[in-house]
């Protein structure tokens, strides 16, 4: 419940600052990368979220087994995966097609 009250809070709070509203952005999330679907190489979709640096420095090691990805700069902090969205997602799915 507390959840689901951030996230329409966050939406509001967004409305309210950039005076737009957010594009419809899928399983995506406007300001958490990365976050979302993503093709496994068997073809099976694997859905997640991770929602902070601690969960992006074991995401990188233990599932991408790619240590220093943590420390490229374009991915370091959330906000800075959020702003190379595109780039980190295809850096995951160059990974995640060969599991």
């Given at each position: 419940m507390l959840l689901s009250a951030f996230i329409f809070?966050?939406?509001?709070?967004?409305?309210?600052?950039?005076?737009?509203?957010?594009?419809?952005?899928?399983?995506?999330?406007?300001?958490?990368?990365?976050?979302?679907?993503?093709?496994?190489?068997?073809g099976q979709s694997l859905i997640f979220g991770l929602q902070n640096d601690r969960e992006w420095h074991s995401f990188c090691t233990h599932v991408l087994q790619q240590p220093a990805l943590a420390q490229d700069t374009r991915f370091a902090t959330n906000l800075q995966r959020v702003a190379h969205r595109a780039e980190l997602d295809?850096?995951?799915?160059?990974?995640?097609?060969?599991l």
């Open positions: 809070c966050s939406q509001i709070l967004f409305r309210i600052q950039t005076r737009s509203l957010h594009a419809r952005s899928g399983l995506t999330h406007p300001s958490i990368a990365p976050y979302g679907q993503y093709t496994a190489g068997d295809a850096v995951i799915a160059s990974v995640l097609a060969y």
